[in-house]
């Protein structure tokens, strides 16, 4: 069974830029999670859905951060425009509906500011 | 608001030891489930352990077991025999089974195991 797909798994960019990090659940998944780990942490749920409904976005900086499942499958998590503080990795999850105690997690994009 | 925290930024062992990792937890539920996850330097989360607060008996898992002691919300991970490969992050998290659930994760410990 394949994993959870991220690209890209490094981006650089310069604050201001705008930048866009995309996710392949696992097959039939019905719920994703982006998570936020800054250097040093744990990490962060940032936006969690569930087919292509939001579930949870309480953790999501709206004015730059923004994300979309179109057709209840992949995921894309967009940065516009970024800051230095939103270097980190950002990971990506998925579950079965209603198991979210069976997370599976992607490798992760690094993303660095500068 | 679920805490989670990991009072042991860093820890060193000889290979072949025994190894505990600390976490305490801070939450007014009375059902949910506590994870230990491994992240290596290539930076995928990987579960490693998992147990329900239902249950009284400590999850175990090949040469990982835990020790819950749910009044004093305390989680701890215990690895026996430990082995290079098990060098890595380790994360402590909570989650709720209700609503969205979605991790609550500690600030992790850095564990060495040294040759």
């Known amino acids: 069974e394949a994993g959870v797909a991220q690209s890209p798994r490094y981006k650089i960019i310069e604050k201001r830029q705008s930048v866009a990090f995309w996710c392949n659940p696992i097959s039939g998944h019905a719920t994703l999670y982006w998570y936020q780990q800054i250097l040093g942490q744990g990490p962060k749920l940032l936006i969690q859905f569930q087919n292509n409904g939001v579930v949870d976005d309480s953790q999501l900086p709206k004015d730059r951060f923004s994300a979309e499942r179109l057709k209840g499958v992949d995921s894309t998590l967009k940065i516009q425009p970024a800051k230095l503080e939103d270097s980190a990795v950002y990971l990506c999850?998925?579950?079965?509906?209603?198991?979210?105690?069976?997370?599976?997690f992607g490798p992760g994009t690094r993303l660095t500011v500068t | 608001a679920q805490t989670v925290t990991q009072s042991q930024p860093e820890m060193s062992v000889q290979e072949a030891e025994t190894v505990t990792l600390s976490c305490t937890y801070d939450t007014s539920e009375n059902n949910y489930y506590l994870f230990w996850y491994k992240q290596p330097p290539s930076r995928q989360m990987i579960l490693v352990i998992r147990?329900?607060?239902?249950?009284?008996q400590n999850a175990t898992e090949n040469r990982f077991s835990v020790n819950f002691q749910k009044a004093a919300k305390s989680f701890s991970l215990k690895i026996s025999d430990s082995q290079l490969g098990d060098t890595a992050m380790y994360f402590c998290?909570?989650?709720?089974?209700?609503?969205?659930?979605?991790?609550?994760f500690g600030q992790g410990t850095r564990l060495t195991i040294n040759p």
């Open positions: 998290a909570f989650m709720k089974p209700q609503g969205a659930q979605k991790l609550v």
């Open positions: 147990q329900e607060a239902y249950k009284q």
């Open positions: 999850a998925s579950s079965p509906v209603n198991l979210g105690y069976e997370q599976y």
